[in-house]
């Protein structure tokens, strides 16, 4: 719980939200978008998550990868859960995060992710957060 207390303390301030949602991400929105964002612990079933909700348009929920047993599995429950909560607050687009070692995916493994990825949900895989 450590590592989503101090990512939740940090996103609490802008500067650091910029530096993820634009730099690391990649992420163009609108500068208004960053006026209004909401950074909150959530449980995605038994995997804590943080969430991030900025402005009316984007989702993007933060999970250390050590707290996944397995790969596939628990990532396309997290894409899947991820998408419907973006339909369900009528946002644009969700982004998920991951961060910290995760075992290598297969290429029938990276084959069964796509249908839960697409133009407005993505899936970013990162060795740490360091913002």
């Known amino acids: 719980m450590e590592k989503e207390r ?6 609490s301030h802008k500067p650091h939200v910029l530096e993820l949602v634009r730099r690391r991400l990649g992420c163009q929105c609108p500068e208004e978008v960053f006026d209004h964002y ?3 612990y ?4 038994d995997i804590p998550v943080v969430q991030l909700i900025m402005g ?5 929920r933060m999970v250390d990868a050590p707290r996944l047993t397995g790969a596939v599995e628990p990532l396309s429950e ?3 859960q991820g998408r419907r909560e973006r339909d369900r607050r009528r946002l ?6 991951v961060t910290g070692p995760l075992p290598a995916l297969t290429p029938t493994e ?10 407005r949900v993505h899936l970013h895989i990162m060795a740490g957060l360091d913002f």
Request: glycine share 6%; charged share 25%; aromatic share 8%.
């Open 110 to 119: 990276t084959d069964a992710l796509q249908p839960f990825l697409g133009e």
């Open 56 to 60: 009316r348009k984007l989702l993007i």
């Open 42 to 45: 959530i449980n995605c079933g």
């Open 92 to 97: 644009n687009r969700f982004r998920l995060v």
């Open 38 to 40: 909401q950074v909150q």
């Open 78 to 80: 997290l894409l899947d």
């Open 6 to 11: 101090t990512w939740i303390r940090r996103l």
